[in-house]
């Protein structure tokens, strides 16, 4: 069996130690699991030709570029992707996330998807957060204290407001692997309202209460996550807050803490899929 690991180039170089995991769990299982970089893609998308432009056709995809077109085509050509499409699509872009998780009755801030041009007809209370719907790793991610930092931003026209709410600097990042919970983490920074682990932040494995999973159960038995992250806010009395899903989700802070070789449970569910 072949599988196809893509990245873009830049995180490849990056994620060098996850991928070695990945592949090394991979053989276990009896996969041959070969690293593809976005950029070398040649596809067809017309006549009756494979898809890819390539000598081995993969029999799934595990896609790591945040670019759900691509988990599109290839499902609509019958190879299997993780994650899927309406996944990756959805993790993808926080306002999709939070109209789909605010169906769920998940607790949450309040969140409004607005252009740059609209900003100024709104009256928000300050301060508050601004977000690139489109932005990972707490990158886009803006505190506004006054008006004129929206005159200063070159921030992109395409934006989610959300109140500040929750604890400051800390949030929770549940780790979910075919629908289940594997772990959660804290991440904590007493330096910055962003909790990111390459910002400097630290991490611990956190304990879910029953009603912390239940809330969580809630979002993975309507989206059928293969492997994400589903990231939350601590509300003052530490009940959790949907903040957004990370499709490619970084494990770097549950390798910190823990033991659990989530490469490994991520790919012996990925064989059983696949068999």
């Given amino acids: 069996m072949i ?16 991928i070695q995991w990945m ?27 494979p898809l890819f432009h390539s000598r081995r056709i993969p029999d799934f995809l595990i896609i790591r570029t945040c670019t ?3 988990n599109e085509a290839a499902e609509i050509r019958g190879i299997r992707v993780f994650n899927r499409a309406n996944v990756s699509r959805i993790a993808n ?21 607005a252009h740059r041009d609209a900003l100024t007809r709104i009256s928000p209370s300050y301060p508050y957060i601004l977000k690139d719907p489109l932005g990972r790793g707490g990158t886009g991610v803006e505190w506004i204290s006054r008006p004129q930092q929206l005159y200063m931003s070159r921030r992109k026209n395409d934006l989610l407001m ?36 390459s910002g400097g932040a630290a991490a611990s494995l956190f304990h879910l209460k ?11 038995q309507a989206l059928p996550i ?9 509300a003052e009395d530490g009940s959790l807050l949907f903040n957004e ?3 490619a989700v970084g494990c770097r802070s549950l390798y910190m803490n823990s033991d659990i070789n989530i490469a490994e449970v991520f790919l012996t569910y990925v064989a059983e899929e696949m068999r």
């Fill in 162 to 197: 959300q109140p500040v709410g929750g604890q400051r600097g800390k949030d929770v990042r549940v780790y979910i692997v075919g629908g289940e919970i594997v772990a959660a983490v804290l991440r904590e920074s007493e330096t910055n309202f962003k909790a990111n682990i």
């Fill in 68 to 70: 759900p077109w691509l």
């Fill in 23 to 49: 592949q090394e769990a991979a053989e276990q299982e009896n996969i041959e699991l070969d690293v593809v970089t976005y950029e070398t893609l040649v596809m067809t998308l017309s006549g009756n030709a």
């Fill in 210 to 220: 029953e009603q912390d999973i239940t809330i969580v159960q809630k979002i993975t």
């Fill in 3 to 18: 599988g196809w690991l893509v990245y873009k180039e830049e995180d490849r170089r990056r994620n060098g130690r996850f």
């Fill in 226 to 234: 293969d492997f994400a992250g589903i990231d939350f806010l601590l």
């Fill in 93 to 113: 872009d926080k306002r999709l996330s939070h109209a789909f998780v605010n169906t769920l009755g998940v607790p949450m801030l309040s969140s409004t998807a």
């Fill in 245 to 247: 899903m990370e499709d």
